[in-house]
């Protein structure tokens, strides 16, 4: 990097300090290209911290190949919690109560689990540590960006600290209002659902077995997710996906309440539920750009595409992008962020994501399902995928990115 008091240098602005903002980082630091990566709001490392994320990632597998590839896997592993078995339940008849149960083992498919389960806040405290172990890598954070100027040979960023960044690429990693996605004047096409959802983290007196729990009535999906045990208890994280009125009664509840409405929807399979943490809101929308290059920027993650917490695909999609942009900056380094890189980029991905951002929605559509008729539907739906093994096996790879 090079530097003077009002001015810097670099291969690569991350525009971006969440999860798939900092692994960004991490990827094309390990590669030898020199990175600045900014966010104006300081990342929260501490699970009880006021702000911190609740939520959880599943990291399937090719996702966990490409932080090994990082470098970052070696300080996660003891933290993460292996997705064996992805457990559907429709519990959508007239008793809240499981009526079809159905399993979908890894080990139909792989002599590996599907994926394995971080919490967001953890992943941000052991991202930001191992960047600044790398000497061509500097975040920034509390530090944002402002303003974009590109010609075809390279980009200026401003930011809010008064600095200058050039470089060749910008990586818009800024979530789903993206700054730099407005700069660069891409467009975006949202679908609003009326929902939200709860996450926060619960113990049990079942153990999870290493088995992710996706259980569906209406309003939308609660789905338990394996974490380590935490103070000698079983544990999972949950997001529970609802209309957003209910959502926010829900999460308004005192404690006592709050929990026996947990433990009714989840039908006490892992016995009765305690709330182990805060309770956090989050919107729930299906939103994905027009395209995802622009002159000298490159989108990712929910600057590109938002979807609904279902089939841990988000950030596993994020990093989807992030793989095939790697492979084109190394395949040929002295093209970085040119058109032709871009171009590439956009027709590796943007038709995927259009793919399986669809696929959510019609996900997502089918889990609000409230009339009971449709509901039934519902159900027999699930039993004759389940009944059908070659569709069953196609649809575990699809969900490992495996294209249909």
């Not at 200026?156 to 209002?177: F, H, P, W, Y």
Request: net charge neutral; hydrophobic share 45%; proline share 6%.
């Amino acid at each position: 990097m090079q530097n003077t008091a009002q001015n810097i240098d670099v291969d690569i602005v991350v525009s971006g300090g969440g999860v798939a903002g900092l692994t960004a980082a991490a990827l094309f630091g390990q590669a030898g290209f020199s990175v600045l990566c900014v966010d104006p709001t300081p990342p929260v490392t501490e699970r009880d911290a006021q702000g911190s994320d609740l939520r959880t990632t599943a990291f399937l597998q090719p996702s966990q190949a490409l932080l090994e590839r990082a470098g970052l896997w070696p300080r996660l592993a003891d933290e993460a919690a292996p997705l064996q078995i992805m457990r559907i339940v429709d519990a959508g008849g007239a008793l809240p109560e499981p009526r079809i149960v159905k399993d979908f083992n890894a080990s139909d498919i792989s002599d590996k689990p599907f994926g394995w389960n971080l919490p967001n806040w953890l992943l941000r405290r052991e991202l930001t540590a191992h960047l600044a172990t790398l000497d061509n890598v500097e975040f920034r954070a509390g530090t944002g960006t402002t303003t974009l100027f590109t010609r075809s040979t390279m980009a200026r960023v401003g930011l809010s600290d008064g600095t200058t960044a050039t470089c060749k690429l910008v990586i818009a990693a800024d979530g789903r209002a993206s700054p730099m996605r407005e700069a660069a004047g891409i467009r975006v096409k949202t679908t609003r659902y009326g929902q939200k959802a709860l996450a926060f983290a619960v113990t049990h007196p079942i153990p999870h077995d290493n088995v992710s729990t996706e259980i569906h009535r209406s309003g939308g999906p609660f789905t338990l997710v394996p974490l380590p045990d935490y103070q000698g208890m079983p544990s999972s994280a949950v997001v529970w996906m609802e209309q957003g009125a209910e959502v926010q009664r829900l999460a308004d509840l005192p404690e006592p309440e709050f929990e026996a409405a947990m433990n009714e929807r989840s039908c006490l399979l892992f016995g009765p539920l305690s709330l182990a943490s805060r309770r956090t809101v989050w919107p729930i929308i299906n939103q994905v750009a027009e395209r995802m290059d622009g002159e000298r920027v490159a989108l990712v993650a929910e600057a590109a595409h938002v979807v609904p917490p279902i089939g841990a695909q988000g950030l596993n999609m994020s990093l989807g992008d992030m793989r095939v942009l790697l492979d084109l900056a190394e395949a040929r380094p002295e093209g970085l962020g040119d058109a032709k890189m871009l171009k590439e980029f956009n027709r590796l991905r943007h038709r995927e994501v259009q793919i399986r951002a669809a696929g959510i929605d019609l996900l997502n559509r089918a889990s609000m399902i409230e009339s009971q008729p449709l509901r039934d539907l519902r159900a027999a739906g699930l039993n004759a995928i389940y009944s059908m093994p070659q569709v069953r096996k196609l649809m575990m790879q699809m969900g490992l990115g495996a294209k249909g």
